[in-house]
């Protein structure tokens, strides 16, 4: 299956070239669809209008953020739910949520406001088929203070939410800052996923030889994975020319489904002891379903300061989250034994 790519028009766009013959060249390379921020950073009447005429699919635009305040829900769910229409009308397979920053709330917190947000919103999402991924963006380099900088709080945060329609966008670039493991975070989380973006790091420009990340090997596994969506490159190419660099980059990309590196070049403008409550909820398997034979459901009693017991359904050996006493700011992971029901601290 070779992968489905977009350009995200905020990074490539041309004024001089247009928009229309932007997304021609587009389709003439290979191209399958186009995405974007905003509607309001781009002309977006014209890109809906156009983009179908040229074969392409608009992939993806952002739908709202700062779930983690909620403060912000009553205008988010009509916001979104103006955007889940605009989507639906325009076949527009997913949005991009975003969670907002810390801002000194603690990460336990911030993850049950945003899944008591997108809780919101999942049943109108899914009685229109349309994705809300929420967006993991790096908080070393780029975004300082954005929450949902992990792969498995925003995993815990699908869990909590329980919707087929509340995914992650995972995006290449910024989980290599943060946590690198690409390729076996893919594998095992893959089913999770709603849409990628990517991105040649450090400097967030071409996937070429400059940069560290092997998107050969990265692009083997979401192919692995199943994944049928859209690969969506968001970066600031180095060269000039929006058209003739872009060739390169996707033919080398539809050999076999996988990107060549080299010849990419886009050219264009703790812990499970009493007072330690923790978040019950399942961890993602190693397939792409969700369920697995091999979850059992423990049970571990709190405090009475706490609410009460929980039970979380689980494999042996991944990592479910903890939150730390109560008033401390940070959180751990903890594992589930493979022999025992026995929480181990990480």
């Known amino acids: 299956m070779a992968v489905n790519q977009s350009f995200v028009y905020n990074m490539l766009h041309d004024d001089a070239l247009g928009v229309e013959r932007l997304l021609a060249a587009a389709a003439e390379i290979g191209y399958k669809a186009v995405e974007f921020w905003g509607r309001d950073s781009v002309p977006f009447d014209e890109l809906v209008k156009l983009a179908p005429k040229h074969g392409l699919r608009v992939a993806t635009m952002v739908g709202g953020g700062g779930f983690n305040d909620p403060k912000n829900h009553d205008q988010l769910e009509v916001d979104v739910k103006a955007a889940i229409d605009i989507a639906a009308d325009n076949d527009i397979p997913g949005l991009i ?20 947000g997108l809780r919101r919103l999942a049943p109108y999402a899914e009685a229109k088929g349309v994705n809300l991924n929420m967006e993991l963006l790096n908080s070393k380099v780029d975004h300082a203070d954005y929450m949902c900088d992990e792969t498995l709080w925003a995993v815990t945060l699908c869990d909590l939410v329980a919707s087929p329609r509340v995914k992650i966008l995972y995006d290449i670039y910024h989980m290599q800052i943060m946590e690198g493991d690409l390729c076996r975070t893919i594998g095992r989380y893959g089913s999770y996923m709603g849409h990628y973006h990517t991105a040649g790091n450090p400097g967030r420009r071409d996937m070429d030889e400059t940069q560290e990340i092997n998107y050969k090997a990265v692009m083997a596994a979401v192919d692995a994975s199943g994944y049928e969506l859209y690969v969506g490159h968001e970066f600031r190419p180095k060269g000039s020319d929006a058209t003739t660099g872009a060739r390169p980059l996707l033919r080398s990309w539809q050999k076999g489904g996988v990107p060549v590196p080299a010849e990419a070049g886009l050219r264009g403008g703790r812990s499970g002891t009493p007072g330690h409550p923790w978040i019950s909820c399942p961890v993602g398997p190693s397939s792409p379903s969700r369920a697995s034979s091999s979850r059992r459901e ?30 401390a700011s940070s959180w751990a992971m903890t594992r ?10 990480l």
């Open 97 to 116: 949520v975003l969670s907002g920053n810390c801002g000194g709330m603690d990460k336990w917190t911030g993850l049950r406001n945003c899944a008591a």
């Open 336 to 345: 589930v034994s493979a022999s025992s029901a026995d929480l181990e601290t």
């Open 298 to 327: 423990i049970t571990v009693s709190t405090d009475s300061g706490a609410s009460g017991a929980r039970s979380v359904r689980t494999e042996p050996g991944l990592k479910v989250l903890t939150r730390m006493p109560s008033g």
